[in-house]
């Protein structure tokens, strides 16, 4: 739930794009933001170094993360398949993501579906004011998202960057500040899990929005996007593998160690955004 609401920018964001048929920086802003996620990660990891900060509970960050690199690497193989073909103008790649995505949440769903308890009636009244609160704030991003990206795309023309650099790094951190607060909040509760639990579902749901952004585009989004993407999706599965060792050390109880990891992450992230301004 909080993933999906702090995913709320990249989704309006990205459908926004590909209505206006910029493939490109609907599918960098996606990509962009999963690895802005992953930078903060890695400054937590560098940040956070005492051992109660680091517990070994985070089941559902280590399943996202995995669930990640699984659909990091089905992403990049359809970008370099480049398959044309589509039903209602939704490319099959899509109808797979969305699938699988739908899948994997019912699977987790399910897995604490015995821990849930029914609200009471004085909880159920609180509900009212957070849930208006949010339907305000998502009609806020709603118009926000759409002028953002109309926006960074005359600033595209202007200044002559790319849109894959524009929204893997102006428009994907923008629409991750969200993630970052919430980030920044669970951090004060001194748990790494927490955060990677936050950060790592909402990667997972970014990479839904892409399905949900095909229906919006002219054309089978995985087609028409450039191969250059592929530059970003390595490092995302690079760095994931970098987050997979921090659990490994967070278990292992060498807790000396992450700051090694915190600071490759970060490094990766500058040398990706550097690649794809230059390439």
Not at 71 to 80: A, D, E, G, H, Y
Not at 157 to 176: C, D, H, K, M, V
Request: proline share 2%.
């Amino acid at each position: 739930l909080i993933s999906s609401i702090t995913a709320l920018p990249e989704l309006v964001t990205t459908i926004s794009a590909a209505r206006l048929n910029l493939p490109n920086m609907a599918v960098s802003n996606v990509l962009g933001s999963n690895l802005f996620n992953m930078s903060v990660l890695g400054a937590l990891l560098f940040f956070l170094t005492k051992h109660k900060h680091h517990d070994n509970n985070g089941h559902n960050g280590r399943h996202s993360l995995w669930a990640g690199i699984f659909f990091i690497t089905l992403i990049t193989v359809f970008i370099l398949i480049k398959q044309p073909f589509s039903i209602f103008s939704i490319g099959f790649e899509s109808i797979i993501i969305i699938g699988l995505y739908i899948f994997y949440i019912k699977k987790l769903y399910g897995k604490e579906e015995d821990t849930k308890t029914d609200l009471d009636e004085e909880i159920k009244h609180s509900i009212v004011k957070p849930v208006l609160i949010y339907i305000i704030c998502s009609i806020a991003i709603l118009f926000a998202g759409i002028k953002s990206v109309q926006v960074l795309d005359k600033i595209s023309e202007l200044t002559g960057w790319n849109n894959r650099f524009a929204g893997a790094f102006l428009l994907a951190i923008a629409t991750s500040l969200p993630e970052v607060v919430s980030s920044i909040q669970s951090a004060r509760l001194g748990s790494f899990s927490l955060v990677a639990g936050i950060l790592l579902g909402s990667n997972l749901f970014n990479i839904s929005i892409l399905g949900v952004a095909d229906i919006f585009i002219k054309g089978n989004i995985f087609s028409l996007i450039d191969v250059r993407n592929l530059i970003t999706c390595i490092f995302l599965l690079i760095i994931s593998l970098f987050i997979a060792g921090a659990y490994f050390l967070i278990r292992h109880k060498r807790y000396l160690s992450l700051k090694k990891i915190g600071l490759l992450v970060i490094f990766s992230y500058v040398v990706m955004m550097y690649l794809i301004y230059k390439i």
